[in-house]
Each structure stands twice: as C-alpha cells, then as structure tokens.
C-alpha cells in the first residue's frame, strides 16, 4: 500500500501544479490585465488565498468529483491514478499553448473515459453527471450575465457621470483596490474547485484515513503551480480577450467570483476558467462588441469542446493498456 500511496502523492502534485497554473489566471489575470497589481505580487497573493480555499472550502466538491460518478466501490487505487494522469497530461499540453481550459471538464471526462470501459456506463451515476454538465453550461452563462448588467450598471449609473479627470483616475483606484479584494476571494474559491480536480479522486480511493494528507499535498502542490508557471495563463486571461481597466476589472472579477462561490458550495465542479471568460465577455459587451477578441475567445473555446472527447480517450485508453499488461 505505501508505494501505491506514493505514487499517489506524485500524481497528485504534478495535477495540482498543473491545474493551479492553468486556473491561478482566474483569480488574478483581470487585476493583473487592469493595471491593479503586478504580476508577481497577483501570484504570491493567489497562492495563499488558493491555499486556503483548497484546505478549508473543498469538501463538497472533492466528494462530487471522487464519488459522485463511480462509486468508491468500484474504484480501485489504479483507477484513481489513471484518471488523474489522463486529466493532467491534458492540461500539461494547453499549459504550454498559454490556453485556459477546464480542469473540471478535463477529470470529469476522464472519470467517465475510466467508467466506459471498466465499470460500464450502466453502473455510473448519470444523474450526477447531468448535473455536473448543466453547471458547465451555466455558469459561463450566468457569469457573463452578471457580468454585462454589473459594468452596465456601474457605468450607466456611475462612471460616465463623472466627467473631471482627476475624480475618474481616483475612482479607477479605489476600484483597484476593490479588484485585489475580489481577486482574493476568488482565489479561495478557485482553490476549492481546483483541490477537487487535483486530489478528489485519489482522495477516496485512498479512503480517509489518508484523505486528508492527499489534500494537505494537493494544496501544496497548487502553491507551487502558481509560483512556479502561473504566468502564461494569467496574461492571456488577463490582457487578451479585452481590454480591461480596474473598474472593468472589478466588475468581471467579483461576478466570476460570485458565481463559482454559489456553484462550489452546492458540490458542482463548475470551470473557474470558463465562468471568468463569460464574465469578461459579459463586461466587454457592456462596453461594446469591438472591444472583444473574438480571435481569442474562438481559440479558448476551441479548447474547452476538444477538452472533452480528448480527456476522454486518453483516459479509456490508458485503462485499456494497464488492463492488457496485466492480462
């Protein structure tokens, strides 16, 4: 049991550094974008808030994503890692392209690539799964609406009032300092979906009695994700699908954050990434449709469909090739 153990805290660190690197850009890439905080002040203050929100905010997802599906029953250990290596090569090749995608599309499809051709798809949870694809059509959906009516309003009501320069720039930083305050409550809700993804599979199937440790080094293991390369998706986040000033900032970032609160409290591993880029679309649309990169978003998007069957594959396959070596 310890070398299945440690092979478990391997994959499990390399998961996690992958998926904070990729989803750290949801925490900060706006205030980053916007001018609020620099690079490396975002990323060190992304790696605590993450940390706490992996630690303390995770449970109900880790248990939607290692048990809602396949039953710990029919889980083995070996199962366990070959769905988690299966999402984190994945999110290892879009890291390097700089292209956000979903790690909770990315081990929820792995999971079901796991299921067909081991357990069945008669034996998985389909109503969870239903409820779990649901909330990845939503939540983009809801961010970009909240999005669009916050910065209308804000807009509307507020800014375009003020026509004095110097008011407006000092507005912009008090909205600065709103977005560094949205930007860490958005990392401790990052951190939960993305402790789930990294660990919540090889957390119950290590039971838990070792459950907590496989967090423990799960959470350490999306601090090092941050530091380390959460960079290249931060600035694609961040600076590439609009234009972004600290109260546009603000406006996507507490919208993002708020409704992967709402999604991560009820257990549904909803994408960071994917809520992010409807709520910036939602505030670049509040501003006009030129304002959007629609070059961008295609690129992003195209990613996030070809996640899926991708995930999939790589995962049924590497059950099929353990099952055949072991034949």
């Known amino acids: 049991m310890e070398w299945l153990l440690i092979i478990g805290v391997v994959i499990s660190v390399y998961m996690a550094f ?56 029919l889980l083995p250990t070996t199962g366990a890692f070959i769905i988690t290596l299966a999402a984190a090569l994945w999110i290892t090749i879009t890291l390097i392209k700089k292209i956000p995608i979903s790690g909770s599309d990315a081990i929820i499809s792995a999971v079901f690539g796991y299921g067909l051709v081991t357990v069945g798809i008669g034996s998985m949870n389909l109503n969870v799964l239903g409820l779990i694809l649901a909330s990845w059509i939503l939540s983009p959906l809801i961010g970009l609406a909240i999005g669009f009516l916050l910065y209308h309003i804000l807009k509307n009501a507020f800014l375009a009032k003020v026509k004095d320069m110097r008011i407006k720039g000092r507005l912009e930083k008090v909205f600065s300092y709103l977005q560094i305050g949205s930007s860490a409550f958005a990392a401790v809700n990052v951190g939960a979906i993305d402790i789930a993804v990294a660990t919540g599979v090889l957390y119950y199937a290590f039971g838990a009695s070792s459950g907590f440790d496989i967090k423990l080094i799960g959470a350490m293991g999306i601090v090092m994700g941050i530091l380390v390369a959460g960079g290249r998706i931060t600035d694609t986040v961040g600076r590439r699908i609009t234009d972004l000033i600290p109260s546009r900032g603000f406006a996507a970032q507490i919208s993002a954050a708020s409704v992967v609160f709402l999604f991560a409290t009820l257990g549904m591993p909803v994408s960071p990434t994917q809520t992010l880029v409807g709520t910036v679309i939602g505030v670049g649309l509040a501003r006009g449709t030129k304002t959007i990169k629609l070059d961008v978003i295609k690129n992003i998007a195209t990613t996030w469909i070809v996640t899926i069957p991708a995930c999939i594959a790589i995962s049924a396959s590497l059950a099929i090739l353990l099952n055949f070596s072991m034949n």
């Not at 992958?18 to 620099?38: K, R, Y």
């Not at 303390?56 to 994503?65: A, D, F, H, Q």
């Open 18 to 73: 992958n998926i904070a690197a990729n989803d750290i850009g949801n925490s900060v890439g706006t205030a980053v974008g916007s001018g609020s905080i620099t690079m490396r002040k975002a990323l060190i203050l992304g790696a605590v808030f993450e940390f706490i929100g992996a630690m303390y905010l995770g449970n109900n997802v880790i248990k939607t994503v290692g048990s809602g599906i396949i039953s710990v029953n």
